[in-house]
Every structure is written in C-alpha cells, then in structure tokens.
C-alpha cells in the first residue's frame, strides 16, 4: 500500500537513516463522525507528491529535499488506544533524533501522540492547531478519542495551543475558550480584518519550539473539496502558505501533521493540493527556517 515515497521524483528521497526530513504515512479513520476517506489520504498524498515539480516558484529554488518516507504504523489491529501509542512510538525515534517529522493522516486523532512525542523530544513545545473546528470537546458520543477531542487531549498533556481558522464549534468548546482565555484567531475575524496583522499577532502567542497541525478543512472547500467536515469559509492558498512561512522563518518548527484529506473518487484535487502543502512547509523549513539551537 505505501510502495511510493514522499518526492518520489525528487533528490535523494530514500536517502538512509542521516535524512534531515522523515514523512510518516498514518492511514487511521475510526472515529470519522460524517464524511469518510481519511484512511485513504496517505497513498493517495504521496502518489500525488510524484507528480509535483521539483523547483518552487515562490522561493524560486530547488530545494532538493532528502525526505525519508517511513513505513506506515499498523493502523487496524488493536482499540483506539492502542494504535494511537503504536503512532506515537513510530515518530519518537525520529523526533529524538533531531529529524522533522512529517506525519500524513489520516483522521484528526494521530495528533495527540505525536505532539506527546514531539514534547519529549522538545521541552517547551507549542502547537499550532490550523483547523475549522476547535476540536476541544472533552468527549464526543462518549469517545474522548474521537477526531473531535484531539486538541483537548494535547491540552492534557500542558502542551499550549493557538489556534486559527475556526468556524465551528460547539457551546461547550466556546465555554472553555472564555473560561480558559485560549487564543483563538476565528476566521471570520480575520476575513474582515484583511491584510497579514493577525498572522504577527498570532506569532506572538506562539513560544518556541513549534509544532504544526494543519487539518486541511482549515482551506476554503473550493480548495479541498475532499475532506471529512468541509465548513463554508475558510482561508486562502495564499494566506495560508504565508503564515507557514512566516512561522517557520520567525520561529523553530520542530514537527507538522497534515490530516482529514478524504480523496473523492474521479478526481485528485484535494490529495495533490495537500501533497503541495507538504512540499511547501518543508522547502519554507529547510530554505527559510529557524532550526532548533542546541540545549
């Protein structure tokens, strides 16, 4: 099922163990709660990568990315619990190992382990939660690992959360966020108010070192037709790629998943959307990136 490697076009994309970027496929869908297809995102993403051009037209570089496409955790046997761990401990060796890690989802859910791993790999860790939905119901239809939790259960591990793009949420979430004072950077504010302001004020919210979570119904549906809960609204191709490179630039982005795309069946539009937005983050990472300075 994952033969294929993320580039599979580019420079040393099966570089060895030394590779400074690691892609990690998770074709997990459990707890999908309306559309479905997310299990089959990560072959469809990294087929799709095959077909992107290798020069970055924004940049106006080559990166020549050494990407090491990792095997896929087995996403099917065992409960919830279980394969989150098992995801969880596939990116630790690469986390510690100073590596970015790329994670390809898959349902919402994978993030939960892997900022756990990516926190004890980089004390001090943030995420950047880029996303429709707040994701912050302490349980959704009685399963506190549903897609719909994910951000409270990384809220459970004291890791600190900005969030943007929201356009969705439910009462509950929206008591927490006034209880709790949680930065949230709501789409509808941000269309209104125009321009690239937000994106410094929503750096100054961010503490070094970061992680990325980018649940790609954060896009316009226009943009990504195919995903699980698609919401009216959204941001731009462009803001959205600004703000990556914006953030990785001003600060030290350690790790990044990009979850929910649900391939539609007749067309590869949301799979080579997300496959761009994987190239991107990693050649803004590596061309224009603040690395990590040693302990």
Same mark, same amino acid.
């Given at each position: 099922m994952f033969s294929g490697h993320f580039l599979e076009n580019g420079v040393d994309y099966a570089q060895a163990a030394d590779a400074p970027y690691a892609v990690l496929p998770v074709p997990y869908e459990r707890s999908v709660s309306f559309g479905r297809g997310t299990g089959a995102a990560p072959a469809a993403i990294l087929s799709a990568s095959a077909q992107l051009e290798l020069f970055d037209e924004e940049l106006r570089v080559a990166p020549a990315l050494a990407v090491r496409t990792l095997p896929a955790p087995d996403c099917r046997s065992g409960n919830a619990a279980q394969i989150l761990a098992r995801i969880g401990a596939a990116a630790a060796p690469e986390l510690e190992a100073g590596r970015f890690l790329l994670a390809i989802g898959g349902e919402h859910s994978i993030t939960a382990p892997l900022v756990a791993a990516a926190a004890r790999a980089h004390p001090g860790l943030s995420v950047l939660h880029l996303d429709a939905h707040l994701d912050l119901r302490g349980q959704y239809h009685g399963d506190p690992l549903s897609h719909a939790c994910v951000m409270r259960r990384v809220m459970d591990l004291?890791?600190?959360?900005?969030?943007?793009?929201?356009?969705?949420?439910?009462?509950?979430?929206?008591?927490?966020?006034?209880?709790?004072?949680?930065?949230?950077?709501?789409?509808?504010?941000?269309?209104?108010?125009?321009?690239?302001?937000?994106?410094?004020?929503? &750096?100054? %919210?961010?503490?070094?070192?970061?992680?990325?979570?980018?649940?790609? /119904?954060?896009? +316009?549906?226009?943009?990504? $037709? =195919?995903?699980?809960?698609?919401?009216?609204?959204?941001?731009?191709?462009?803001?959205?790629?600004? &703000?990556? %490179?914006?953030?990785?630039?001003?600060?030290?982005?350690?790790?990044? /998943?990009?979850? +929910?795309?649900?391939?539609? $069946? =007749?067309?590869?539009?949301?799979?080579y959307t997300a496959a761009r937005l994987a190239a991107k983050l990693l050649a803004y990472h590596k061309c224009e990136g603040r690395k990590l300075r040693p302990a």
């Open positions: 004291h890791v600190p959360i900005v969030h943007a793009g929201i356009r969705s949420l439910c009462e509950e979430e929206y008591k927490l966020v006034n209880r709790r004072h949680l930065p949230v950077f709501w789409w509808h504010d941000l269309a209104l108010a125009g321009g690239d302001a937000w994106m410094d004020a929503l &750096l100054d %919210r961010l503490a070094d070192p970061v992680y990325i979570s980018l649940d790609v /119904d954060v896009l +316009e549906p226009g943009l990504m $037709p =195919g995903t699980g809960t698609p919401e009216p609204g959204g941001l731009t191709w462009l803001a959205l790629t600004r &703000l990556l %490179r914006r953030v990785c630039r001003r600060r030290s982005v350690v790790a990044a /998943d990009l979850v +929910e795309t649900a391939p539609v $069946p =007749g067309q590869q539009v949301s799979e």
